[in-house]
């Protein structure tokens, strides 16, 4: 029993991390298909939500304006919720694009969302965060696979700047494979998430977000998906933001995007129909697995302890060394650098980490993760 729990816990997460991206790109190379991409510019609104960004709003906002659009057909709306600073006096640069909206109390992003949403009248909405900035062409990158009727959203990417000449950071070998996988989802039809730092839908297709909403750039995408519409991505409208400053804040950020997950799932559980949600092969493959996939870690080591056979009691030991490895990555990073794939393996714990707390932590204090923007 031991042997056999070991190999179903392993192929559960090795088709979720391998797999399942490989199966991914090959289905894409062979079956995919894109968007027709015109060169336009339909009017768009630009929806900030903020809390407590006074320091850095008013160059968000200018960041903004600045971009390669035409004047016109740009509008910014700055959702202000109940800061305790002056957010919504900094964002008004005295601009008549922008408009801001200032909440009376913190109600948190998904409240937010919602009033820069029903203050939105033009065909396209983009949604963004106060701390990044967009790169050169962004919205017009962003805007033109909408030139597709099909397209009912398209999500840009998100970078990290380097702390070095201003260029941009090594992502690992784990964000480059789940890049490529996204990629390929985006071609099958199959894409549920979309980048929160950029990315953009019709109007006509929004809804309003569910209070204490976690995750609003996987709901959106999905109620564009629900409405028979495609989900693109394109690499070339980016956001360029800072890396988080430490691996508890790391962790933190992977928590409540894990917690968002069983939260969505809860609010949406059509999710966990596979006869009326159109990508639930995807979903389960590339969100719920992950989910699950902890366990199936903890599973494995436990049960090559108490299979009795020589074999895997190596297996074992080498469970043991990779976590050491993988800790050692994470907290004393200097101590590993020689290690093929140190860095990965520290990404991995730490995702899978994040992952098993979620569902604690969204249960006992959801208004801690809640608040978050």
Sequence with gaps: MSVWIFWIATGLVLYTYALYPLLAAILARWM???????????????????????????????????????????????????????????????DTRVRVIRLAQNAGKAAALNAGIAAAATELLVF?????????????????????????????????????????????????????????????????????????????????????????????????????????????????????????????RKLRTLAGNWQLIAKVPRLLNPFTNPVFFAFASHKLLRLLAPWALLAALVASLCALHPFYAVLFVLQLLGYAVAVLAIVRPGMVTRVPFAGTAGTFVMLNAAALWSLPACMLDPRRLWKKH
Excluded at 33 to 61: K, N, W
Excluded at 135 to 151: H, I
Aim: hydrophobic content about 45%; proline content about 6%.
């Design 128 to 252: 963004t965060d106060a701390r990044q900035r967009f790169a050169p062409g962004a919205l017009r990158m962003l805007a033109e696979p909408f030139a597709d009727p099909g397209v009912g959203a398209v999500s840009g990417e998100l970078l990290i700047e380097s702390a070095v000449a201003g260029g941009v950071a090594d992502i690992g070998l784990y964000w480059r494979i789940e890049t490529r996988l996204r990629e390929s989802e985006a071609r099958l039809g199959w894409l549920h998430g979309v980048s929160g730092a950029i990315h953009a839908m019709r109007r006509e297709l929004a809804r309003p977000l569910p209070p204490g909403l976690i995750l609003d750039d996987m709901y959106l995408p999905i109620i564009v998906l629900f409405a028979g519409k495609w989900v693109w991505m394109t690499r070339h409208a980016v956001a360029l933001d800072s890396g988080s400053r430490d691996e508890s804040e790391e962790f933190q």
């Design 32 to 94: 995919g298909r894109s968007p027709h991409i015109e060169a336009i510019t339909p009017p768009l609104t630009v929806v900030v939500a903020a809390h407590d960004e006074e320091a850095r709003i008013a160059a968000r906002v200018r960041d903004i304006l600045e971009q390669d659009y035409p004047a016109d057909n740009l509008r910014v709306v700055v959702v202000d919720d109940g800061s305790r600073d002056g957010t919504a006096a900094a964002a008004d640069i005295g």
